[in-house]
């Protein structure tokens, strides 16, 4: 049964900084998705198999740095400059194929239970 495990969410001020994980049972392309309030789930953060290819969306590049470790089969998201509409439930997830379309959710298969982060003004 593959299984996604995230933490280090938590609450901080603008500008401060945050790292959740997430421990996979799987190997996969991994991605980041977010869901505020009353808004539709979107892309974060996608990484390759190998940790050789990331990828971000245009609100987090620069801020955010996607990576993992596959020894200890572990995401990380270094979410640095927080701002308040950064505020939501951050979720890991795994693709179904290792080329995946990385922005799009219906390209990944398992997600999980999600971390929340609330960035205060």
């Known amino acids: 049964q593959v299984q996604l495990v995230e933490s280090g969410g938590g609450l901080v001020q603008t500008g401060g900084s945050l790292r959740p994980s997430c421990a996979a049972s799987?190997?996969?392309?991994m991605g980041w998705f977010r869901q505020a309030p009353g808004k539709e789930r979107e892309f974060v953060a996608g990484?390759?198999?190998?940790?050789?290819?990331?990828y971000y969306a245009d609100s987090v590049k620069g801020r955010f740095t996607i990576s993992r470790d596959n020894a200890k089969n572990t995401v990380y998201l270094q979410m640095n400059s927080l701002k308040p509409e950064d505020t939501a439930v951050y979720y890991c997830?795994?693709?179904?194929?290792?080329?995946?379309?990385?922005?799009?959710?219906?390209?990944?298969?398992?997600w999980g239970q999600g971390t929340q982060v609330t960035v205060s003004s």
């Open positions: 997830a795994a693709a179904r194929r290792l080329q995946p379309q990385y922005s799009d959710s219906r390209e990944y298969r398992y």
């Open positions: 990484i390759s198999w190998s940790g050789g290819d990331t």
């Open positions: 799987i190997r996969a392309f």
